[in-house]
């Protein structure tokens, strides 16, 4: 009211902090690119390692040339290059723990070549709603695993970085084959999103347990309702110390469900 008679301008609102996980997190820093050749001339024991890995291979070809370039994930480096060098120095993007960026920018830059296929549903997965960033999973500048780029030299050890429950299940007695390498995480489970419950592959989990147990899909001439509804109902999918990877012993398990009267002599 005061500025409107005249009397004084206002002040300038306060500029709203950052919030937290946003798109950015970090001062955007000017910068322009460099070439590969200026990373080289520091980074040139990672770069001879990153030509090792599938994406330094195709970057040798002539359908990669220009495709892979540090720059491309990294950002413009020549601030970083005038400061010296450094982590995360002049605005280049280290993809490491301490970048400061979070982890939707780090994921934008994998997910500008990579979302398609599988990661169709990674946008709104339970891993993306928890602040998962690619690199979590994933290595690009070396070769660790046979297939994927992952962390880890079995896939099961990636997924056990979290899954730690999933892990001592494993050691149970009865367990998924998982420890003796005839299946693996993802052969039930898309980590990087699904349209179903626990990030399964197939429309519902009885249709997971059928690509392996196909000799349980029916149809049978006496239907089990528990089984119909759901595999879990009796199993436990990762591992168990009862046998064939049941909840509880037998006849207990049954008797959830089955409580008869004394002296009726069955169910």
């Given at each position: 009211r005061d500025w409107l008679a005249g009397k004084s301008a206002p002040e300038a609102p306060a500029a709203p902090a950052p919030k937290a996980g946003g798109k950015r997190t970090a001062a955007p820093v000017e910068a322009h690119f460099v070439g590969s050749n200026a990373c080289a001339t520091c980074h040139a024991p990672l770069i001879a390692e990153f030509k090792k890995t599938l994406m330094g291979k195709i970057s040798d070809t002539p359908q990669?040339?220009?495709k892979f370039e540090c720059e491309n994930c990294?950002?413009?480096g020549s601030a970083h290059v005038k400061a010296g060098g450094g982590r995360g120095v002049g605005g280049i993007m280290s993809?490491?723990?301490d970048d400061p960026r979070s982890a939707e920018e780090k994921n934008s830059i994998c997910l500008g070549c990579?979302?398609?296929?599988?990661r169709n549903y990674w946008a709104g997965s339970v891993h993306e709603t928890r602040g998962l960033a690619c690199t979590d999973c994933h290595t690009v500048m070396k070769t660790v695993?046979?297939?994927h780029n992952l962390k880890t030299k079995v896939e099961m050890e990636t997924c056990?970085?979290?899954?730690?429950l999933q892990q001592a299940q494993m050691q149970y007695s009865s367990h998924m084959p998982v420890r003796e390498g005839k299946i693996t995480c993802t052969d039930c489970h898309n980590p990087h999103g699904s349209v179903t419950e626990s990030l399964i592959?197939?429309?519902?989990i009885n249709e997971n347990c059928y690509t392996c147990h196909a000799e349980k899909r029916g149809p049978f001439l006496y239907e089990h309702a528990p089984v119909r509804e759901s595999c879990v109902n009796c199993h436990v999918p990762h591992g168990s110390n009862y046998e064939n990877l049941l909840k509880v012993a037998r006849p207990r398990l049954c008797h959830e469900c089955h409580a008869y009267a004394h002296g009726t002599g069955g169910f």
């Open positions: 990669g040339k220009g990294h950002g413009p993809f490491e723990a990579h979302q398609k296929g599988e695993s046979r297939k056990f970085q979290c899954h730690k592959r197939q429309a519902s």
